[in-house]
């Protein structure tokens, strides 16, 4: 007799619950993610108690700060409710670094070469999903420059996306919708990272010597 083909595994519900939950999670595939549930398994249920309160603890106790988006805890006491860094009246406000993710930010903080503050944009612009702008702070940030710039003092907006295709779809977007007030205001100069990083590479991931490399040349654009 032929042999019989193998029978599919079948994991009990709750595990492949679970794996389907942690598979969402950045960077973990299928197989990754049913590891993480046994493992959680493993642990015992002081374990799983503790995963979970700290899950809600997250979504209960975090917001965002209302002008950079960063992650801050809801009962901060920053001055204007605002984030460390936007209410420290040490760095420069009048110059505004966007990144794609507020995970891009410490790398950039410890090349100790921007003192200005950020803007997260939550994201990129995908260009299979139409819809994505309107996931992303980009009203927060046109209205944000087109305040500043009503003074008149010099402004610069650097635009720290990575050098990914999304990336640069995401650049050429923000140059686009920021023309119209580059038009209005003279006193607006957008740039963009220069030289040290490479094609693919992801600020999360780069070291503070080509973070610090490629904001010191970063470049206008057009």
Known sequence: MPPSEPKTVMYPKAILRLAELFSKLPGIGPRQATRMAF??????????RT????????????RSCPQCFRSMDVN????NGLCEICADQR??????????KEIDIPNIEKTGA??????VLGGTISLLEK???????????????????????????????NP???????LLYLERIL???KERFSVIAISRLGRGLSLGAEVEYADEVTLENALKHRTQTS
């Open 39 to 48: 493992f959680v398994l493993r642990e015992g249920d002081n374990y799983g």
């Open 76 to 79: 901060g006491s920053s001055h």
């Open 114 to 119: 921007f003192a200005g503050v950020y803007h």
């Open 164 to 170: 990914t295709t999304e990336g640069d779809a995401t």
């Open 91 to 100: 760095r420069d406000g009048r110059s505004i670094c966007v990144v794609e």
């Open 131 to 161: 819809d994505s702008p309107e996931r992303l702070h980009l009203k927060d940030l046109y209205r944000r420059i087109e305040e500043l710039s009503a003074s008149g003092a010099p402004l610069e907006v650097i635009i720290a996306t």
């Open 179 to 181: 023309s119209p007030l």
């Open 51 to 62: 995963l979970a309160a700290a899950i809600q603890d997250v979504n209960k106790n975090i």
